[in-house]
Antibody, heavy 120, light 110 residues
Framework: EVQLLESGGGLVQPGGSLRLSCAVSGFTFSDYAMSWVRQAPGKGLEWVSAISGSGGSTFYPDSVKGRFTISRDNSKNTLYLQMNTLRADDTAVYYCAKTGRTSLYGLDVWGQGTTVTVSS | SYVLTQPPSVSVAPGKTARITCGGSNIGSKSVHWYQQKPGQAPVLVIY???ARPSGIPERFSGSNSGNTATLTISRVEAGDEADYHC?????????????FGGGTKLTVL
């Protein structure tokens, strides 16, 4: 069974940092691109980063570029999101998600999410 | 950047057909995916590549995509279909590539 389990969320002050992890099982991790997607309270889904299976290519929207860094350790079957210079509007549930064979297949498996609260 | 537009809400009676639209410039040239999200839960992929259904998704769920509009159609709507639905595409251009989501549509079963 394919499983994604996020961890690392919590309460952080504005300007602070946090690192999220996503431990995966049930598939060959290095064969698939992965993404982080967030959802602010009462809002829609917002994509925040993506990484290729090898880790050689990364993608970010302008809203987090330069502040967030996505990475992966294929030997540990774990995806990471390093978040720096956090702002109140980064408060959200953060989901990790597995891409299908390619982007044509969408995000076919999602974790349950971890909550990040940025507040003083 | 690429923008996807969804109606904030759609209402439908049980047993009827619900149609949720997702508008975008020449979206018909892209692969559109749809997600169902119930309160307090993670999103679930219900349609990928415009009209394909993942295993375990009922045949009542179908999708189409042409021109500037993609549509998720739910036939014979049930109370359990009440949820938020999000459309998504991969926007690939030389300056910026990434996933784009629509604003989401709340489906209410009357």
């Amino acid at each position: 069974e394919v499983q994604l389990l996020e961890s690392g969320g919590g309460l952080v002050q504005p300007g602070g940092s946090l690192r999220l992890s996503c431990a995966v099982s049930g598939f060959t991790f290095s064969d698939y691109a992965m993404s982080w997607v967030r959802q602010a309270p009462g809002k829609g889904l917002e994509w925040v980063s993506a990484i290729s299976g090898s880790g050689g290519s990364t993608f970010y929207p302008d809203s987090v570029k330069g502040r967030f860094t996505i990475s992966r350790d294929n030997s540990k079957n774990t995806l990471y999101l390093q978040m720096n210079t956090l702002r109140a509007d980064d408060t959200a549930v953060y989901y990790c998600a597995k891409t299908g064979r390619t982007s044509l297949y969408g995000l076919d498996v999602w974790g349950q999410g971890t909550t990040v609260t940025v507040s003083s | 950047s690429y923008v996807l537009t969804q109606p904030p809400s759609v209402s439908v009676a049980p047993g009827k057909t619900a149609r949720i639209t997702c508008g975008g410039s020449n979206i018909g040239s892209k692969s559109v995916h749809w997600y169902q999200q119930k309160p307090g839960q993670a999103p679930v992929l219900v349609i990928y590549y415009n009209s394909a259904r993942p295993s375990g998704i009922p045949e009542r769920f179908s999708g189409s995509n042409s021109g500037n509009t993609a549509t998720l159609t739910i036939s014979r709507v049930e109370a359990g279909d009440e949820a938020d639905y999000h459309c998504q595409v991969w926007d690939n251009n030389k300056d910026h590539s990434g996933w784009v989501f629509g604003g989401g549509t709340k489906l209410t079963v009357l």
